[in-house]
């Protein structure tokens, strides 16, 4: 008798800890958010979420016709594929959110790296994305239908195969030289480079102004341009996360999720739908 009452009262706290936990408010959608390296979290992608993140980043190797997700070659593993960890997941919670990752919020970025072959890895990739048409932003005629994820390709990036599609499912990650291209901001919609090789500041004393103007006129060139502006290696800390906030850049890279997210609410960086 007592094992029954013990188990009906553990069922009981239970079925109250889930009548609680579904009763919590989503997430507050983070547009300047972006998990680098997003895939090393315990739970990739669904961490990032539950933080409110707006752009995750994943890297990809194609091994025997399947798209791993690993930093490393050696640590790739059949069960952790591009769709199961990323692109299930994504559809899954935009179907339930009426069509965007989060109910009436913004769109979505889907970073992929390729660190194989890139001219291999992308035609494999793009039959892949091609799947998800349903959910993904699409490119045709120099124009972009806007859909809940954008995907854009970093890393090993095959130009000219991209360049030369009629239809594409993913965008490209530009470099602080195409700046000063002729692309179009339809097929390079975002500026990544490293932090390292253009500032000298690490965020442990007073920004040099001379790096602080050299920021901002980056910033200002692409946004002149539409395009938005990452930049991966900047340190985790409070401080360049505030110049880079204080810069407009539009992605602000992180590991660690509860500090970033932290930060941007308590500074009203969200998204109101």
Not at 198 to 216: H, S, V
Not at 224 to 249: N, S
Request: charged residues 25%.
């Amino acid at each position: 008798m007592k094992l029954k009452q013990t188990l009906i009262l553990t069922l009981l706290l239970w079925a109250g800890a889930m009548q609680i936990q579904s009763t919590e408010p989503p997430p507050v959608p983070l547009p300047r958010a972006h998990a680098h390296n997003d895939y090393e979290h315990k739970r990739p992608l669904l961490d990032a979420l539950d933080h409110g993140f707006c752009g995750v980043e994943a890297d990809v190797y194609l091994v025997g016709g399947q798209l791993l997700v690993a930093h490393d070659r050696d640590k790739v593993s059949p069960d952790r594929t591009l769709q199961r960890l990323y692109l299930d997941p994504l559809r899954e919670r935009v179907q339930r959110n009426d069509g965007r990752v989060y109910r009436g919020g913004p769109v979505v970025t889907l970073l992929i790296d390729i660190k194989s072959d890139a001219a291999d890895t992308y035609v494999a990739l793009r039959e892949v994305l091609k799947r998800y048409a349903d959910m993904l932003c699409a490119f045709s005629s120099g124009r972009m239908e806007t859909k809940a994820v954008l995907v854009i390709i970093s890393g090993n990036r095959p130009r000219q195969v991209m360049e030369a599609e009629s239809v594409r499912y993913a965008a490209y990650d530009g470099r602080l030289a195409d700046l000063d291209g002729k692309a179009s901001r339809e097929f390079i919609p975002l500026i990544s480079d490293n932090w390292n090789l253009a500032f000298r500041w690490r965020g442990t004393n007073m920004f040099p102004e001379a790096e602080r103007r050299k920021l901002r006129e980056i910033v200002a060139k692409a946004h002149a341009q539409g395009r938005k502006v990452r930049f991966w290696a900047a340190p985790d800390r409070k401080a360049v996360w505030q110049a880079l906030l204080d810069a407009g850049v539009d992605l602000i890279n992180t590991d660690d999720l509860a500090g970033l997210r932290e930060f941007l609410v308590s500074s009203r960086v969200t998204h109101s739908p």
